[in-house]
């Protein structure tokens, strides 16, 4: 399907327009009711004496009260803090408007490549509030909470299972964090067995920036290899920097290219016969669920993203879930506690154990891991049942349509099938003067959340596209239409994007003065207007 192929040509701010039938908007117009164009500081609505909804304050003896006295040693302020003095209803506005200011997955189409941001279904909501699983205390004995640990206990097995992969610690709160307790499990495997003289990792350079941190942050160097012209990684340059200093080799499969990596059995076959122990960064299993078992092609330790590939809201940085994955050789150093099931005399009984593995790494975060990330995880896995596989199926079938649409107009850096995301350069427009930058940005005046931009670092003004397994055949086509109608811009209009966005609440900010003239308090803003 190339241009013109019947569908209605996309415009500039239609997909804002959605669910506003008939109500054509110009830019600068409201977006939709009640959502100001501009919405103030917090601090500049605030007006004195102005206050929210309180109990019937007479009743009360608050004034019996001295809270300098009750605070004690010296911590009660001279001045009032500077608060704003705003209403309840002012407050709850504001707040709202500004929620709708974000872009999420829920309002539109949202390709973030590397990220995985699929549409979050809310059953998996409606699962993590109920009572049992939220109002738990970690403190609770096991006793008292034997279904969150069955659940646990249940989502850990899924997860070997998926992973090919007999042990797992649901402990990491994060993609980066399972990097480090994986890496922590490395150390103290090679120091048990007196091999002190490890201290280097092997490290891609497509990797994602967290793997070189994770390896630096456990006190390891990094050895970058290149990667080859596929945009895949040779057993032969693993070869050539393998040593009996080297701990492990960090890979992700497949990798931020969006391409599987063929030669990985060789590749753990050099790392394993050089004494050292393989990594995968398994961010990207959404393309090989149930297709590919990383244990089966050689790894021995791997993290999860369930925030990304099991499905919780993650793009405002909140809570995650790293589960790491181990083989046989690491499982004495996972993390405790670890999850034990046995049989008791009516049925199975669980419970945490934190004695039974003296060689643990110990805890790495707090209590048990981000629990009610695991209920979602869990339940999106049961949505799914034993069509695991239909996961990654359309995962990978809508980043190659989209790849194949798309490839008429734009670039792809690394030709032939991708998986789960497709990579474009910037090689079919910077002769028009226009930058990757310029093209993320005027997406948004078509009502899309850019793509991932200039990354990975390998590819020259990157374009990182991931539709995920969420997005419907319409959807695509909208956000291809709007790629074409962009790049047909470039050549015959560049100013366009260049003054893009221009339907956004903000339009092109001056990044360069913002980084190096940043304004962080209200204070100094206001004494600079
Ligand atoms: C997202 C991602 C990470 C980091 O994971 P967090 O959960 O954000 O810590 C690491 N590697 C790859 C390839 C990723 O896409």
Known sequence: MGKGSGQREVKPGDSL?????????????RMSPGIQFEEPLIFERSRTGRRGFVLGQGDWDVDDVDPAAELGGGLFRDEPAELPEVSEPEVVRHFTRLS???????????????????????????????????????????????????????????????????ACSLQPAAGAQGELAGLMCIRAYHQSRGDTQRTRIIVPDSAHGTNPASAAFNGFSVVEVAS??????????????????????????????????????????????????????GANMNAILGKARPGDFGIDVMHFNVHKTFSTPH??????????????????????????????????????DF?????????????????????????????????LPGISERAVLNANYMRARLSDTYNV????RCMHEVVFDDSSFRDFGVS???????????????????????????????????????????????????????????????????NAFRNR?????????????????????
């Open 228 to 281: 080859n012209a596929d945009g895949t990684l040779d057993p032969a340059a693993v070869e050539a920097v393998m040593d009996e200093t080297v701990a492990g080799l960090m890979i992700t499969n497949p990798n931020t290219l969006g391409i599987f990596e063929k030669e990985i059995e060789a590749i753990c076959e050099v790392v394993h016969r050089g004494g050292g122990k393989v990594y995968m960064d």
């Open 413 to 416: 850096a690394y030709p032939g």
């Open 436 to 502: 990757t930058m310029d093209v993320a940005k005027r997406l948004i005046d078509f009502g899309f959340h850019p793509p991932t931009i200039y990354f990975p670092l390998n590819v020259d003004g990157a374009l990182m596209v991931e539709p995920t397994e969420t997005e419907s055949l319409r959807a695509i086509d909208e956000f291809v239409e709007a790629m074409e109608t962009i790049h047909a811009e470039a050549e015959h209009s560049p100013q366009l994007l260049e003054a893009a966005p221009q």
């Open 17 to 29: 327009r959605a669910g506003i039938e008939g109500a054509p908007i110009e830019p600068g117009d």
């Open 100 to 166: 709708q200011w974000n872009y999420s997955i829920d309002a539109g189409f949202y390709p973030l490549g590397s990220c995985t941001m699929k549409y979050n279904p809310k059953i998996n909501e409606a699962t993590a509030r109920m009572a049992g699983f939220a109002q738990l205390h970690p403190y609770m004995p096991d006793q008292w909470c034997q279904g969150a640990l069955e659940l646990l206990w249940r989502l850990e097995r899924i997860l070997c299972e998926v992973a090919g992969l007999p």
């Open 509 to 529: 900010l001056d990044e360069t003065t913002a980084a190096r003239r940043p304004i962080l308090t209200y204070r100094q803003l206001r004494e600079e207007r």
């Open 315 to 352: 793009g405002g940085g909140g809570p995650g879930g790293g589960p790491i994955c181990v083989s046989d050789d690491l499982e004495p150093f996972l993390p405790v506690p670890r999850i034990e099931r046995s049989e008791g005399e009516d049925g199975p009984v669980y419970r945490r």
């Open 355 to 387: 004695d039974g593995h003296p060689q643990s790494v110990g805890k790495v975060k707090a209590f048990w891991g981000n629990f009610l990330v695991y209920v979602r995880a869990y339940t999106y896995l049961r949505e799914y049942g034993s069509d």
